[in-house]
């Protein structure tokens, strides 16, 4: 059962722009959702969280929009660069369960 | 400061050998984790600890073996490689009241193949 989905393997846009990345969850009892990042040959990092109890955050460049109706999040980057072209993983959280999407590959053209 | 230290980094094994991936943090953590991801998937989580002799099954168990005798080290056991096992295992770690605004750290991964 996959209770985190991001349904956009990959995602193409123009450095300046913005760039929104998508996920969504089925599991109601998710109370935390997050943004790694990850490189290739490198562990994912820590981007960007969002409580259950919120409908946005952000941070820099980065904000995270939750609408908890729809039971969707995404992730906006503000202006884009080369430097962002990474993979970028949702992930939702329960007590100690970090349920995460399959990931979508992020190219920032110059 | 090194963080979450993975050894090795690649390995290859035959099918029914069995090995032990070593993770090591030196940032005082409590919480640490094993997750696995195969091509196209995202993570799932294999086994976490909440401390130090205190283990716990996730999403994806069988097959794998865990201990925690320090706070530091989390190693994650594979009695009988199988091709299923095939897949880059990562390790993380958190410390616990400090909130989910830091996420967790991630090990830079061990990737196996079982041939």
């Known amino acids: 059962d996959q209770q985190v989905k991001q349904n956009s393997p990959s995602l193409s846009v123009q450095e300046g722009r913005i760039s929104i990345l998508n996920c969504d969850y089925t599991n109601s009892m998710f109370d935390y959702f997050l943004w790694y990042k990850k490189y290739p040959a490198e562990g994912p990092t820590f981007l960007i969280s969002?409580?259950?109890?919120?409908d946005k955050n952000e941070d820099g460049r980065f904000t995270v929009f939750l609408n908890k109706s729809a039971k969707h999040l995404s992730l906006h980057i503000v202006p884009s660069q080369p430097g962002d072209s990474a993979v970028y993983f949702c992930?939702?959280?329960?007590?100690?369960?970090?349920?995460f999407g399959a990931g979508t590959r992020l190219t920032v053209k110059p | 400061n090194a963080g979450v230290t993975q050894t090795p980094k690649f390995r290859i094994l035959k099918i029914g050998q069995s090995m032990t991936l070593q993770c090591a943090q030196d940032m005082n953590h409590n919480y640490m984790y094993w997750y696995r991801q195969d091509p196209g998937m995202g993570l799932k989580l294999i086994y976490y600890s909440v401390g130090a002799g205190i283990t716990d099954k996730g999403e994806v168990p069988n097959g794998y073996n865990v201990s925690r005798s320090t706070t530091e080290d989390f190693p994650l056991r594979l009695e009988l490689a199988a091709p299923s096992q095939t897949s880059v295992y990562f390790c993380a770690s958190r410390r616990p009241g400090q909130g989910l605004d830091y996420g967790y750290t991630f090990g830079s991964g061990t990737r196996l193949t079982v041939v």
């Open positions: 969002i409580s259950s109890i919120k």
């Open positions: 992930a939702a959280m329960n007590n100690n369960d970090m349920r």
